[in-house]
């Protein structure tokens, strides 16, 4: 079996591949400070309570945007895990073309995103992945990377909203009945949800007109990206696994069956 982990800025997502098929998937918050041992304690249990042990895991692929944190959490897979962990950056294989101004400061998991949304749907194609920040990335139909938009994502947003408005409170995340609302809560709501569903559908439309992709597919992924994509036609997938998948696909692009590096 295959563990990913992909650590995001709010959450570390784990997943467990059996072949191309993901068997489990749970998830940690980024936030709270852990040793390497607690790391390796917190996966092991989390395995044991969806019935895999150490001993099943034959490989280990993770991509992260938080560099504070690796050195223990990658120190937790050589203790715990006894492997050392395919780490996305720099020299890894990807099967697209990573150019731009500065192509090493693109972050890992929009490099992951890229490679599963080129690798399950072809080019061209637009990932928007609704995450801490919401990201369109644009792959081109030869596998070229080398454009992007990024925007505050809904949390960001509403921390924004609560924090520097003394009278405005914190509010679940949720799309009200209407956009026409009656009292603050709702009218946060609304603001924040329809007002990402309008971002989406320009920056969609825009990198459509810039580039002449009318045919271009538009996937969707991250935590969010489900209720945005339910209110839009202009979003054609949403795929939940991406960036997991992403992890897998790059492990099996730079590791052989044998456990080393092709």
Known sequence: M????DVGNTNITFGVYEGRELKKSFRITT???RTSDEFGISMMELLRIHSISVQDIGGISMASVVPNIMHALTGAMVK??????LIVGPGVKTG????GENPRSVGADRIVDAVAAYEKYGGPVLVLDFGTATTYDLVREDGSFSEGVTAPGLRISLMALSQEAAKLPEVEIRKPKSILAQET???MQAGLVYGQIGATEYIIR???KETGYADLKVVATGGLGRMISEETDTIDIY???LTLDGLRILYEKNIDGTGKKR
């Open 206 to 208: 825009q990198v459509k």
């Open 2 to 5: 295959l563990l990913v982990v």
């Open 31 to 33: 936030k709270i400070p």
């Open 239 to 241: 795929d939940s696994a």
């Open 185 to 187: 809560i709702s009218s």
């Open 96 to 99: 697209i073309k990573i150019a």
């Open 80 to 85: 715990y895990f006894h492997q050392k962990p």
